[in-house]
């Protein structure tokens, strides 16, 4: 069993940046693999796939609040790190603090 680590910004930039890869893909209809990106997310963070792919679901999460488009298959979960807000729109987030 993995330990239970606490989620560094850090990892949670990995993840937002692995997702928006996929997002990407899937806005140009290219082909992509969620395992490819699950599994290189869980080497460079430590955390398990499972744990990678709920995390995704919160990302999907934070984007859905803030209107943004969000990938099919991870559905948004009700109860998420509130710490992705910014790091998913890092834009909106300069504009609510200027």
């Known amino acids: 069993m ?3 680590t606490p ?3 850090a990892m949670m930039l990995t993840c937002i940046n692995h997702y928006n890869s996929m997002l990407l893909c899937e806005a140009a209809a290219k082909p992509y693999t969620k395992a490819s990106h699950r599994r290189a997310c869980a080497a460079a963070t430590g955390k398990s796939e499972g744990s990678i792919e709920f995390f995704f679901c919160n990302i ?3 984007r ?3 209107g943004l488009p969000i990938i099919r298959g991870y559905k948004a979960r009700d109860n998420y ?3 992705l807000d ?7 987030q300069q504009e609510q603090t200027a």
Request: proline share 5%; charged share 25%.
């Open 86 to 92: 910014a790091l998913v729109n890092p834009t909106a």
């Open 64 to 66: 859905e609040k803030q």
């Open 81 to 83: 790190n509130k710490a």
């Open 7 to 9: 989620w560094t910004t």
């Open 2 to 4: 993995k330990s239970r």
């Open 60 to 62: 999907s999460a934070a």
